[in-house]
């Protein structure tokens, strides 16, 4: 099964596409992940992204396309995967439709994480990450159970991001608005869009999810 997970900064795609992952084998396609590690490693594309994305902006489409296109054709996608950050303006989602059909793939649900704004950047400004595993937490909703130690690989070392922080956020909540809001009638337009309450406690957010998965 081939899903996306929509929503605006914040609404928690990462965290229920991780919990989707470990539980279903899907493989999450985080496109801020992938920018993080190109930035990280210093490549071209690192290069480029670097200073839009520590603006909130939005990288360009060309070169999110291909990495997409590039990335779905990898052996590990055909299990399926979750569409994490992608598509992101009308273009990326033209450009995804076209390469699902030239591959013989099919979207199956997108589903729209639907969250109260003034609550993003509570979750926005009090995320961390496992630097080793990339395992996601959260200041006051998701601590780990062993202060200062990673759940999952034991590690003790965290990294915050760059454009977490409520300046970025205004930047990057226009972008959403302006953008990637538009995606929402154009997924529904082709009976796909489903809607999940983003305002749960996590545990229930998946619970909705897997009924969705369930039903398609
Ligand atoms: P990206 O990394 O995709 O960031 P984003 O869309 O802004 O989404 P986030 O990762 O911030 O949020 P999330 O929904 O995954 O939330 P999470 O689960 O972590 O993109 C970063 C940048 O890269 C972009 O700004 C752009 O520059 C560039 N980019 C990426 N893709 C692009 C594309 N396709 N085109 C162009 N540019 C692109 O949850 C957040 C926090 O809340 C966590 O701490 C979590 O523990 C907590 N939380 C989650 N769920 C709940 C809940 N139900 N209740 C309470 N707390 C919760």
């Given at each position: 099964m081939n899903i996306i997970l929509l929503?605006?900064?914040?609404?928690?795609?990462?965290?229920?596409a991780q919990r989707l992952q470990t539980d279903l084998g899907m493989i999450q396609l985080s496109t801020g992940d992938m920018l993080r590690a190109a930035v990280k490693s210093g490549s071209a594309l690192g290069q480029q992204a670097k200073g839009i994305m520590e603006a909130g902006k939005l990288v360009p489409d060309e070169l999110m396309v291909s990495l997409i296109?590039?990335?779905?054709?990898?052996?590990?996608?055909?299990?399926?995967?979750?569409?994490?950050?992608?598509?992101?303006?009308?273009?990326?989602?033209?450009?995804?439709?076209?390469m699902l059909a030239k591959t013989g793939k099919k979207l199956d649900e997108v589903?729209?994480?639907?969250?109260?704004?003034?609550?993003?950047?509570?979750?926005?400004v009090g995320r961390?990450?496992?630097?080793?595993?990339?395992?996601?937490?959260h200041d006051k909703f998701k601590r780990p159970k062993v202060d200062g130690v990673c759940d999952v690989c034991g590690s003790k070392e965290f990294t915050?991001?760059?454009?977490?922080?409520?300046?970025?956020?205004k930047t990057r909540m226009a972008a959403?608005?302006?953008?990637?809001?538009?995606?929402?009638?154009?997924?529904?337009?082709?009976?796909?869009?489903?809607?999940?309450?983003?305002?749960?406690?996590?545990?229930?957010?998946?619970?909705?999810?897997?009924?969705?998965?369930?039903?398609?």
């Open positions: 929503g605006p900064p914040g609404a928690g795609k990462g965290t229920q296109e590039d990335r779905i054709a990898q052996p590990d996608c055909a299990k399926g995967f979750i569409l994490d950050g992608f598509p992101r303006t009308e273009a990326q989602a033209v450009a995804l439709d076209k589903i729209e994480m639907e969250v109260d704004e003034k609550a993003l950047t509570e979750r926005i961390f990450t496992c630097a080793k595993c990339g395992t996601g937490y915050r991001r760059k454009d977490d922080n409520a300046e970025t956020m959403y608005r302006a953008q990637t809001e538009p995606l929402l009638p154009y997924y529904r337009a082709k009976g796909v869009l489903k809607k999940v309450d983003g305002m749960a406690a996590m545990d229930e957010v998946y619970r909705q999810i897997r009924a969705v998965l369930a039903r398609a």
